[in-house]
């Protein structure tokens, strides 16, 4: 099977902030999840330089915008690098081969009869790179980003959206799961029910974007250059028959809906392309109540926490602070918590406790001894089937639950079978073998079934139980660890840290 997963690419008018991690921590779960399950899998993610606003900060630091542009791009590249994502291209909207794909792929909705001129007057949201009607905003301002748009006059290419308004409803008619969560679905399905107006996909005027092939006066708007991005770096990352990877699923947050479920088919359908997999619309990541923006003045740098904390505790952090696909508020000091709670104690602790009872009661080596009647083997064989049936469905919260309710029976289960009692007499011997060896078994599992959401964690559980660094999907079963020789104690997977005194 191939699994191709997208993130939006990025604005880049700013740095990247912890909203920006978000959506590339949880893309980067999903992407190593269906490679443990065997996939093919490819990720993709990258920057949209092409925007008004990118242009409009260069020129206020006196760059023109390929060097702005060219300056600013490390910190992004350095995002996914940072938060162990394992990408495998990172796409820039001025590379030569997407500029020369976007040109193909227009130029094929041009033959096909899509594309028209006129002059369009409207309002224009610099901050939203869109249109607005009247009736989107509020006391004349967008409401997203409370400014009052720009009255822009301009003779324009269009897109024949409005034509494309039955095949639409026939696509989202005809694949009930084309859009989750449902209400995502629904939302974007009525929008096209509602009727669909033909939108502009040029600029005149402005020089940076990538040329109307026909009419090299003008420039592509920036989404009709964006949005191809994910086709287009099939054309020309480096690796072998990239193309075989479309249709791709799309990860997006819920403010690009339109763009995405609407727009993006339709372009699709009109160059002669298949429309994407699937698109899943995540909500947003808000921090004490508030959206995270430059703007709103409460911006947190992902960089910042990932120095103090490390990289897993961040990615944990994301997903399980907000339940994926919602909107949420969350706190910082949540993520000192659960690195302390969770990660620390659950986690941390079962590793120290059982790593240093074999190597005191058992000198480190303990023969292989799995048993029918497990208790642990009951918690152990559903959680494989579990763990991947909500990770089908996006569902990247509701999973790591499950697995975290494996990490508590563990923790309950030493409790209950106290080792330390049953090492103080020699005729418990058996009793206390099995024990250990069931919680070495638990914790191999549970790192196998984490390894996608905090991958240097799961390596680690792994090493200090001497078992191999495999992580393929079929070691989440009961009963797979092999004799354990000669470990010792490990060291606290998660060493006490002091909370920063204000919210790093
Ligand atoms: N450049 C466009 C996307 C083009 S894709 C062909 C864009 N860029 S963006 O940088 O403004 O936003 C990119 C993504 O980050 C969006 O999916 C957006 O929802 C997401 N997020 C930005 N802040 C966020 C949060 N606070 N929480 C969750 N996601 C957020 O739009």
Known sequence: MRFYLTTPIYYVNDKPHIGHAYTTIAADVLTRHHRQRGDQTWLLTGVDEHASKVARVATEQGLAPQEYADRIVGAWRELPRRLNVSNDFFIRTSDEGHKRFVQSFLQRMYDNGDIYQDVYAGLYCVGCEAFKTEAELVDGKCPEH?????????????????????RLLELFDSRPDFVLPDFRFNEARSFIAGGLQDFSISRAGQPWGVPIPWDPDQVAYVWADALVNYLSALSYAPGDDLEAFWPAVHLLGKDILRFHCVYWPAMLLSAGYEVPKQLF???WLLLDDRKISKSRGNVVDPLDLLDLYGTDPLRFWCVRAVSFGQDGSASLD???ERYERELGNDLGNLLSRTTAMIARYRDGSLAASPSESSPIKAELDPLGADVAARIDVFDLTGALERIWEVVRALNRYVETQAPWQLAKDDTNADALDRTLYDLADGLRVVAIALSAYIPETAERILEALGQPLDVRWEGVAY????????????EPLFPRIDAPTAAA
Not at 481 to 486: C, F, L, P, R
């Open 334 to 336: 949540g993520v000192h």
């Open 281 to 283: 619309v995540h909500g």
């Open 479 to 490: 009963g797979l660890t092999g004799d354990i020789e000669s470990i010792v104690a490990a």
């Open 146 to 166: 409370d400014t009052v748009p720009e009255w822009i006059e301009e003779k324009n290419y269009f897109f024949r959206l409005s034509g494309y308004q039955d």
